[in-house]
């Protein structure tokens, strides 16, 4: 009776079963596939985005389509993280779902969060809650390749990110503090979001072409 519901989770459900079945790797709703040898249909590299942020996807394809490939690499990852940190330094065209400048907590504060798959060795990193560090998801990568940990949070994720190097910067913006000021003066009641989940994917293939689905 929902046919909208329906084709997500056919869509959702296809993603899983790639991820699980091939050397793919999966940040938050983007799953990137390389593989050593192009077949022929489908074209390779493949990338596959839940929203129409165009132009992570293509930022994924790109870093993809022009690597070579070498024994140890991680083409696929280092496409995922690539696009992951599209939107984590451009979040206004990301619908400020990702990054920083995205809705504060009641303390004024924006924190990130971002998990990475890796699904050849089925290795997961994640980090929640983390202050100061724009690019979440390549410290969820760091999680996942230099620790025995898959998830680190809040002060501690921001303080594994500065001993891998990322600086702490201010994650506030103008829009962060009208948005807690309007919902103070709210009742800090949760103010209603004009972004529509059910938009749609988009899709970055082998043959260069990059289109928006939707699935209203």
């Known amino acids: 009776e929902n046919p909208w519901f329906f084709r997500k989770l056919w869509f959702v459900t296809t993603l ?15 799953v990137v596939i390389r593989t050593d040898v192009a077949p022929p249909n489908p074209p390779w590299p493949l990338v596959l985005g839940t929203w129409t942020f165009m132009n992570s996807t293509r930022a994924a394809y790109k870093l993809m389509n022009e690597s070579k490939y070498e024994e ?29 400048g995205g809705s504060p907590n ?55 990110a500065v001993e891998m190097g990322f600086v702490k910067e201010d994650l506030s913006t103008d ?7 309007n919902w103070i003066a709210n009742g800090r009641r949760n ?18 072409i990059c289109k928006g689905r939707s699935f209203h």
């Open 16 to 30: 899983c079963v790639i991820v699980l079945m091939m050397g793919s790797a999966v940040f938050g709703a983007m």
């Open 72 to 100: 140890g690499k991680r083409i696929a990852l280092d496409g995922l993280e690539t696009g992951g940190n599209y939107c984590e330094l451009h979040p206004w065209e990301c619908d400020w779902t990702v990054g920083y």
């Open 106 to 160: 009641e303390l004024g504060e924006t924190t990130l969060d971002a998990m990475v798959m890796w699904a050849k060795t089925r290795e997961v990193g994640a980090v929640g809650y983390m202050k100061n560090i724009k690019k979440a998801i390549s410290v969820a990568r760091k999680v996942m390749e230099e620790t025995y940990h898959t998830l680190l949070i809040g002060g501690e994720a921001t303080q594994f």
């Open 175 to 181: 829009r962060t503090r009208t948005m807690l000021k």
């Open 191 to 208: 103010l209603s979001h004009s972004f529509d989940w059910r938009r749609s994917n988009s899709i970055c293939s082998g043959n260069g």
